[in-house]
């Protein structure tokens, strides 16, 4: 089993799953409305700043300073 990454080190084209959000409560409460949670599945589309995720059938744009709170993990995530 891999150690959990920051999800700002996911390559493009890769699939992860969420394995820890860290931050304040408001912060870990905007990224779940967001649909980001522990155990959600997400597709790198592009890395760096802005960094875009496929999570479902929605895309969501954040700033490097935003996904440096979100950990994944890359067990078997590649495709």
Not at 8 to 13: D, N
Not at 42 to 48: I, P
Not at 72 to 77: I, L, Q, R, Y
């Amino acid at each position: 089993m891999l150690p959990d990454i920051p999800l700002s080190m996911v390559r493009p084209g890769s699939v992860v799953r969420i394995s820890q959000i860290i931050g304040g409560c408001d912060d870990v409460k905007r990224m779940a409305e967001l649909g980001l949670r522990d155990g959600t599945e997400v597709e790198m589309l592009q890395s760096g700043s802005p960094c875009i995720l496929k999570v479902g059938q929605s895309k969501l744009c954040f700033r490097q300073s935003e996904i440096l709170n979100i950990l994944v993990n890359t067990d078997g995530a590649e495709r």
